[in-house]
Nanobody, 123 residues
């Protein structure tokens, strides 16, 4: 059983930045990693994903050019750098992991989930 712990959420004004981190209990190099988010009354949606080695990344259209996902397997950490935040980015952000290869946007394809961290962007 892999446990994922997110950190870095908070309250920020529109146009600001936040950096989310995710640390698993196991070796992160074994997993394809993803970030998802869920706003009140909405379904959980894919934000970004990164392959095991970090060579492949994928982003939702809504965050392209503003968010950057990265990983440091030596430090056993995945991060999501979020810039130019807008109120529409307000949500609980979840780190997720899957043991299969390939970055996919479907939440059902990810086996392990963190508890989530709140990101609130004020206008």
């Amino acid at each position: 059983q892999v446990q994922l712990v997110e950190s870095g959420g908070g309250l920020v004004q529109a146009g600001g930045s936040l950096r989310l981190s995710c640390t698993p209990s196991g070796r992160i190099s074994m997993y394809t990693m993803g970030w998802f988010r869920q706003a009140p009354g909405k379904e959980r949606e894919f934000v970004a994903g990164i392959s095991r080695g970090g060579g492949t990344t994928s982003y939702a259209d809504s965050v392209k050019g503003r968010f950057t996902i990265s990983r440091d397997n030596a430090k056993n950490m995945v991060t999501l750098q979020m810039n130019s935040l807008i109120p529409g980015d307000t949500a609980v952000y979840y780190c997720a992991a899957r043991s299969s290869l390939g970055v996919v946007p479907s939440s059902s394809s990810y086996t392990y989930w963190g508890q989530g961290t709140q990101v609130t962007v004020s206008s």
